[in-house]
């Protein structure tokens, strides 16, 4: 393994005293992990150095094109000071695979690994303490060609950047309110959805802004092709719980394959709940809903763990599931999944690494 070269800044920066007001990726740690990709060289000069600007031409391939992909992870805070973090492995090589759809390199996957953890390192004092709190850990990779012919650049950057954050919603795990959207799609098959690509979000930045005007926090999106199968919300996957059976949209290639998703599913066998991958027509859901059939919605990611909702709201039809509380499915899968990533209870799956 290359060796990774380490830059201390110089002066740190003051880290924010009150751990309730930390919000979400807002405030970033010391230094930073940077590594940049040459065809000859492959992945090289891997190094942690101070948290600074990029210097970029103006006519950089990424800024055009849109080549930029990234990843989102946790490190947590464990009641005994220690530190760790929740499947890493599975961050760097969704992104290998990210990668392969943008016609970006591979991730050096072990070398990006070794770099996280160094740069854990340094940062390890901006890990919070608080419950709820946590340090997210955000990879990026980016084309760094100077050309303003369509072809995939042939020099990129990947980097690690990290942020303290609180809750991923100002309420905490209060349900939230989702708005179903009916006009604008966010991927297709054969499309880009199931990479975690910054255009999947600049295609969906609109109806986030629409709904939230509505007040609503987030969007859940419809398929692309018929409008009418559920595929997940703005960061998260989607889930229906039906007394103790679990359903949730299968992997089409247009919805992202989350990391919590994965972990829930799992998780929500071992408890003994039934689970089901299907495609799950948003009617369905709002019949199911109102005769009571349907009895939990929740949502899944790294950023809100599980977001239960509290109501979907689509054309004006209005859903309201457990009276807008969280319900007992959600909150034994919260119950659990966080009792692992701040390891307070075993980790029987090996998805912990520990710092
Ligand atoms: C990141 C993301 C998710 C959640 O994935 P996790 O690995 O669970 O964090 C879900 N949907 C979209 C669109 C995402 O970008």
Sequence with gaps: MQTITVTRATALKTKPADESKLGF???????????????????????????????????????????????????????????????????????????????MPVLDE???????????????????????TSLYIR???????????????KTYRFYIICSPVGSYYKNGLEPVRIYVEDQYVRAVRGGTGFTKC???????????????????????????????????????????AYGNKIVTPALNGSILPGITRDSILTLARQLGYETEEK????????ADGKAGKLTEAFG?????????????MMDDEKLILQDGKIGPVAQKLYDTLTGIQYGRLPDENNWIVRL
């Design 300 to 312: 899944t990611g790294t950023a809100a763990v599980i977001s239960p909702v509290g109501e979907l």
């Design 110 to 132: 072990e070398l990006a690994l070794e770099g996280l953890k160094e740069l854990l390192r340094l940062e390890a004092d901006w890990v919070p303490h608080q419950e709820g």
């Design 279 to 286: 495609r799950i027509a948003i009617a369905d859901v709002f």
């Design 25 to 103: 990726g807002r405030i970033f740690t010391d230094h930073m992990f940077v590594m940049d990709y040459t065809p000859d060289l492959g992945w090289h000069d891997p190094r942690v150095i101070p948290y600074q600007d990029f210097a970029m031409d103006p006519a950089s391939v990424v800024l055009h094109y849109g080549q930029a992909i990234f990843e989102g992870t946790k490190c947590y805070r464990r009641a005994d000071g220690g530190l760790q973090l929740f499947r890493p492995d599975a961050n760097m090589a969704r992104m290998s695979r990210s990668a392969q759809r943008m016609g």
């Design 139 to 153: 990879p990026t990779m980016i084309s760094t060609d100077v050309q303003l012919g369509v072809h995939a650049s």
């Design 198 to 240: 910054a255009g999947n979000y600049a295609a969906s930045i609109l109806a986030g802004e629409i709904a939230e005007k509505k007040g609503y926090s987030q969007v859940l999106w419809l398929d692309g092709v018929e409008q009418k199968y559920v595929e997940e919300v703005g960061s998260m996957n989607m889930m229906f």
